[in-house]
Every structure is written in structure tokens, then in C-alpha cells.
């Protein structure tokens, strides 16, 4: 059982470059959701996903876009990086009528 | 506006210490949750609780929904309990997190 996995672990980017975050979950969970973690701040939610096929916004989705292609995996993507996204971002699931989260490792990105 | 406020930002302690962090929340909550943040990144679930006291271990988690305030204790404290420890609270359906109490203990 991996939990949450998370690919890269790190990731250096040029500004306006593009990529996809992986993020997979054997829980058989329902809910997913993609944070980023700032210096200071609280985790702030980014987009999350009820079920396989559907994605809502959360606190700061602006410059990113969510697939959920199955249960399993939800990928977060930047399709033209910007300095302000340097964070780290988590992935996070939680099974159905229960809160309590299990993150991934995290992925360090940064954009120069 | 913070809907979560954790207390102290950071902690250091010696070893053997009676540690409290402590997590107060404005907003109605169904359930509380404390995090663990070790220094290499990874977030660990440590109590998830909506009344009264959880213990594990060494660590008890408790919950005054009156007052909207919650505290982590660590008793004993051991150099390995050195980590960032976050309070997230679940209301209507989303989650707050606090910023994070950082915590040293020193052998």
C-alpha cells in the first residue's frame, strides 16, 4: 500500500514553461484535492474532486488546471508557470463521510 | 481573515518538556484536525476529533467546542517530536488550516 504518491519530488521550471503534476491514491478514496504550501501561509486549497469526472475550484485556482481521469489519479497542471506559483504543492485524499486527510510527499517546484 | 489561529508560531523545548500548542477557530466546525509536518515535508494525520480528548501515545488532543479552541499536548517530549504542527478544521464542507506551529526540543 503506497497511500499517496506524488511525481516529481522536485521541479524547476522557466517562466511561461508548462507541466502536470501526477498524483495517484490506492485507498479507493473518493476525494481528492491539490494544496500549495507558502512560506507563512496555510495550506491553501487549489482545485478538489468529489468523485472521478468532476472538479471544483478551491481558494486559488487561478493559472491551474485539474484532471480527474479515474479514481485514482488527479493531476494538477500549469500550462504557463509564473514566478508566484514557486510552492510546494501536496496532494491529499479523504474517503467518503470522513475528514481526516492522508497528504502525498509533496512536490517542490520552483519557477525562475 | 484567519479562520484559524495557532499559538505559539514556534516552540523550543528541552527534552522531557510538557509541550501545548494550541489552535482557536472563528468559524462552526464538524471536525478538528491536528497535522504533523516533519522537516523532510510529509504531512502525517495525528487526531481528528469533534469533542472531548483523543491520546495517543504521547500526544493528547483536546477540543472545547464552546470556547472553538483546541490544544495538542506532547508529554515527554523527545528530540524526534521536532516537526511543524498544523490545526485544520473542517466547516461546511471546507477545510481552514492554521499556519503552523514549529517545534524544536533540544537533547
Known amino acids: 500500500n503506497a497511500g499517496v504518491t506524488q511525481t516529481p519530488k522536485f521541479q524547476v521550471l522557466k517562466t511561461g514553461q508548462s507541466m502536470t503534476l501526477q498524483c495517484a491514491q490506492d485507498?479507493?478514496?473518493?476525494?481528492m484535492y491539490w494544496y500549495r504550501q507558502d512560506p507563512g501561509m496555510g495550506l491553501r486549497l487549489i482545485y478538489y474532486s468529489a468523485s472521478e469526472g468532476t472538479t471544483d475550484k478551491g481558494e486559488v485556482p487561478n493559472g491551474y488546471n485539474v484532471s480527474r481521469l479515474n479514481k485514482r489519479e488527479f493531476s494538477l497542471r500549469l500550462e504557463s508557470a509564473a514566478p508566484s506559483q514557486t510552492s510546494v504543492y501536496f496532494c491529499a485524499c479523504n474517503r467518503d463521510r470522513s475528514y481526516e486527510q492522508y497528504f502525498g510527499p509533496g512536490t517542490r517546484l520552483t519557477v525562475t | 481573515k484567519n479562520e484559524v489561529e495557532q499559538s505559539p508560531q514556534n516552540l523550543t523545548a528541552q527534552e522531557g518538556e510538557f509541550i501545548t500548542i494550541n489552535c482557536s477557530y472563528s468559524v462552526g466546525i464538524s471536525a478538528l484536525h491536528w497535522l504533523q509536518q516533519h522537516p523532510g515535508g510529509g504531512i502525517v494525520s495525528l487526531f481528528m476529533l469533534s469533542s472531548g480528548k483523543k491520546k495517543h501515545g504521547r500526544l493528547i488532543a483536546t477540543i472545547n467546542i464552546q470556547e472553538k479552541h483546541s490544544s495538542l499536548h506532547i508529554t515527554a517530549s523527545h528530540p524526534r517530536d521536532s516537526a511543524v504542527y498544523i490545526c485544520a478544521v473542517i466547516g461546511g464542507n471546507q477545510f481552514y488550516f492554521g499556519t503552523g506551529t514549529s517545534l524544536t526540543v533540544i537533547p
Open positions: 485507498m479507493n478514496h473518493n476525494s
